[in-house]
């Protein structure tokens, strides 16, 4: 059974950090492309961040300088730390595994980013 479990969510304010985690089992994590995608309420998908099996980084313009994907192939841990969070950063974010010829989905961790 393929599962991709994010963590890290939470509520904080502006200015902050958070670390988002994303553990996948079930499939070869090591050949897989990993992706961050957010929702905020309202609007549709977001892409946010990817990383290649071979460990080439893309990001979306308005989060480069603010977040940091990385991944960890031993642990089939993908992670995005976000710097200095802004309110329009809330939203839910899912952790997206492309193996190819499928694409897995996480059940999404929620930030939201209040005063």
């Known amino acids: 059974e393929v599962q991709l479990v994010e963590s890290g969510g939470d509520m904080v304010q502006p200015g902050w950090s958070l670390r988002l985690s994303c553990v996948g089992s079930?499939?070869?994590?090591?050949?897989?492309?990993m992706s961050w995608v957010r929702q905020a309420p309202g609007k549709g998908p977001e892409w946010v961040s990817r990383?290649?099996?071979?460990?080439?980084?893309y990001y979306v313009d308005f989060v480069k300088g603010r977040f940091t994907i990385s991944r960890d192939n031993a642990k089939n841990t993908v992670a995005l730390y976000m710097d200095n969070l802004a309110p329009e950063d809330t939203a839910v974010y899912y952790c997206?595994?492309?193996?190819?010829?499928?694409?897995?989905w996480g059940q999404g961790t929620q930030v939201t980013v209040s005063s």
């Open positions: 997206s595994a492309d193996a190819g010829s499928v694409a897995y």
């Open positions: 990383i290649a099996s071979g460990g080439r980084i």
């Open positions: 079930g499939f070869t994590f090591s050949g897989s492309d």
